[in-house]
């Protein structure tokens, strides 16, 4: 059996906690500060709540030598809201649009939000990481994520 392929990042956003969450469940949010680095977001579909599915693209910029999961320049994945706890935690399940296996499975993402003097502590967990993604690269994208959050909500 194989180890499960896990991540963990963690950051303090100066905002509280219910802007925080908002921001995970307004699709026009979630394009904007969910891609990584330069890439820009494309929501195809968004339905906000528990059990709600999302289907999103991460569009890479032309000058990138990083090859795309689902075509030369984009990340295509689809998902769904496993569990939402109000101001507290959203578990996203996801899995990339690739004909590769090694991109393929589903991956999990639990964002904990958590009290902390002046705003919130935000860890971001991602389990099932599929072998072609490199555990270093998932890091550095989830922490990309978290500045470009701080930036949207504000802290």
Known sequence: MTPSRSTTVSRFIAAPRERIYRAFLDA????????PGTMKGIVHAFQGREGGAFSMSLVYPDETSHPGKTSDKTDKFQ???AKLVPDERIVWATV?????EGFSGEMTVTTILSP?????????VCDD????IRLEDNEEGCRSTLDKLAAFVGG
């Open 28 to 35: 026009d949010a979630v394009a904007t500060w969910l891609p």
């Open 79 to 81: 998902g769904r809201f």
């Open 96 to 100: 990339f649009d690739s004909e590769d």
């Open 116 to 124: 902390a003097d002046g705003g919130t502590d935000v860890g971001m």
């Open 129 to 132: 990481i599929p072998s072609g």
